[in-house]
């Protein structure tokens, strides 16, 4: 079955980067338009950056600037660099296709605070 498995988050303070990363076993990764996914508390789970697999992307406006999405084919891994990171940043990060599966990973915490 198809497993998702992210990482790479932290408790970072405002104006650093952190790089995301998720392996997707299980799948045919190279033919899946993949994304990344936020959560913050008490909030809904929303799409913030998208991938398609010729590796056209789309950014929801609140990081666009500020983060990359991309993908490794030969590693079944999507990765979400994130600069200059924001305390409205804070969430948890998960990655899955596009639509999404109604499974997820576990997902990976950002908190950014001074």
């Known amino acids: 079955q198809v497993q998702l498995v992210e990482s790479g988050g932290g408790l970072v303070q405002p104006g650093v980067s952190l790089r995301l990363s998720c392996v997707a076993s299980g799948t045919f990764f190279s033919l899946r338009d993949m994304g990344w996914y936020r959560q913050a508390p008490g909030n809904q789970r929303e799409l913030v950056a998208q991938?398609?697999?010729?590796?056209?992307?789309n950014y929801a406006d609140s990081v666009k600037g500020r983060f990359t999405i991309s993908r490794d084919n030969g590693k079944n891994t999507v990765y979400l660099q994130m600069n200059s990171l924001k305390p409205e940043d804070t969430a948890i990060y998960y990655c899955n296709k596009i639509p999404p599966w109604e499974f997820w990973g576990q997902g990976t915490q950002v908190i950014v605070s001074s």
């Open positions: 991938i398609t697999r010729g590796g056209t992307t």
